[in-house]
């Protein structure tokens, strides 16, 4: 890849290691090597400087607010691709002819239905149950009714294993919420297009026809796409490491569903939703909260602002804004959290604090706002962000399990700082 070295002296010694360059031209030291030679681990708390593997799938430049799906921009894939053919784009590297997105669609198609005794598992959880657990439970499950697709190693399994997923998780994210809501399920629809098809199993009910609003659908289309993928991120890194040990696909989604639930990641949509309502109901007054957010012995963050990766404007979240004003222009609407969201962004980067620690509105400060105006209940959020990052999650599975050199098993080690060696005190002497 390239022919530099870094040097780095230990002592009296002196060591060579190989540095490694990319399409874009961004730079690695290549430390696979390093413990071996010199009896050193690095050590990178949070892996916030830590390269975990080669991939072609996703570029970001977070100081200019670039991101690129396989080489093509965000913006120009968010105007021109559906979202099954930027899943196609992802998880096989190029975009597809019109006869292989129809091929990959009917495969999809043919695989939306669940095993009818997966129903008996919805109807065990609680109605309070939350969807993303819901969802992460009976994506796991899927591995005890999908026998047939479980080897990795196998190209027919890992193809017919990724249909499958892309098939069937709009039909478990819609019947976890149908469960909560105590509404019968809806199943999926063949002749509708992949967000038609979600929106009817989400908002339709057996006794009536129910047609999405094509507003709607292609707001929900462009939030697919724009959450679709974003590099080593803590679910797809999560999807990696459990994939690593060889295991089936939908064992690694489900893990990624659980590590995107949390509040500093996916989470944060719903985090952010319940942010700003609370200081709407508190009057609107932003002050205690900024306050709070800068305040240093208090760990309340605003939710839906700062990344790891990006240290400008989230391109995400500005489309996300974009459609936000487009729709509610279209349907007249009115939001105070919306103008409240706006109004906070505003305040925070005119305020010192946020702009030194270059902390600008990521992709999950808007997203909610438009999923309220669909109608979609809060609990629902990080769940439609799943939706959006599976074929990420895919892409990022299958490009290691054919990584040229072969894949091996994530095994990170560590800096050992607890008790020294001492002696066994029997449970008498304790
Ligand atoms: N509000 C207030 N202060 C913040 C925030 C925030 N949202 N985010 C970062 N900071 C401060 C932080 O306190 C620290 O200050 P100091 O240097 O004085 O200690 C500094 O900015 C750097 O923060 P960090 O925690 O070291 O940064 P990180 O890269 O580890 O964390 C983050 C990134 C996204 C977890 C963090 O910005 C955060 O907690 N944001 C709120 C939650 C959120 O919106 N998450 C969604 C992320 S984007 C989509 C996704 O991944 O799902």
Not at 13 to 30: C, H, K, Q
Not at 201 to 206: D, L, S, T
């Amino acid at each position: 890849m390239s022919t530099e070295t870094s040097k780095i002296t230990l002592g009296d010694e002196n060591f060579e290691l190989p540095i490694l360059v990319g399409t874009e031209g961004e730079r690695a030291i290549d430390i696979s090597k390093f413990r071996g030679s010199t009896g050193y681990i690095t050590l990178d708390d949070g892996y916030a400087n830590t390269g975990a593997t080669l991939s072609g799938i996703t570029y970001i430049d977070g100081e200019k607010g670039v991101l690129r799906y396989r080489g093509y921009s965000i913006e120009e894939i968010a105007e021109r691709c559906d979202y099954t053919e930027t899943a196609y784009l992802l998880i096989y590297g190029e975009l597809p002819s019109g006869d292989e997105l129809e091929e990959f669609r009917r495969n999809i198609r043919m695989h939306s239905l669940l095993h009818e005794g997966m129903k008996t598992i919805f109807a065990g959880f609680p109605p309070d149950a939350h969807p993303m657990a819901i969802l992460s439970s009976v994506v796991g499950a899927l591995a005890i009714y999908c026998p047939d697709a479980l080897e990795p190693s196998n190209p027919q399994h890992m193809e017919l294993a990724i249909y499958r997923m892309l098939a069937k998780m709009p039909t478990i994210a819609a019947f976890s919420y149908k469960q909560s809501i105590g509404q019968p399920f809806i199943y999926p629809r063949n002749d509708l297009n992949y967000c038609q098809n979600f929106l009817r199993m989400m908002f339709g009910v057996p006794s009536e026809e129910y047609v999405a609003d094509p507003d709607f659908v292609d707001a929900l289309n462009l939030l697919l796409i724009l959450h679709a993928d974003h590099g080593q991120n803590c679910s797809t890194s999560t999807v990696r490491m459990v994939g690593s040990s060889t295991v089936n696909l939908y064992s690694s989604v489900s893990a990624g569903i659980c590590a995107l639930w949390g509040a500093l990641h996916g989470g944060a949509n719903e985090a952010c939703i319940n942010m700003l309502e609370e200081i709407h109901a508190a009057g609107g007054r932003l002050g205690k909260y900024i306050d709070r957010a800068k305040d240093p012995n208090d760990d309340y963050r605003l939710m839906g602002f700062g990344h790891r990766v990006y240290k400008n404007y989230d391109p995400r979240a500005k489309i996300i804004k974009e459609i936000c004003h487009r729709l509610m222009k279209k349907h007249g609407m009115e939001n105070s959290i919306f103008e409240l969201a706006q109004e906070l962004e505003e305040v925070a980067l005119s305020d010192s604090y946020f702009i030194e620690r270059k902390l600008y509105p990521n992709v999950d400060f808007y997203s909610g706002i438009i999923y309220s105006l669909m109608g979609i209940p809060k609990q629902m959020f990080t769940v439609l962000f799943a939706l959006g990052r599976l074929p990420g999650w895919i892409a990022h599975w299958r490009e290691m399990h054919l990584a040229p050199g072969g894949m091996k098993i994530h095994r990170p080690r560590q800096l050992y700082t607890g008790s020294a060696q001492r002696k066994f005190v029997p449970l008498i002497k304790r």
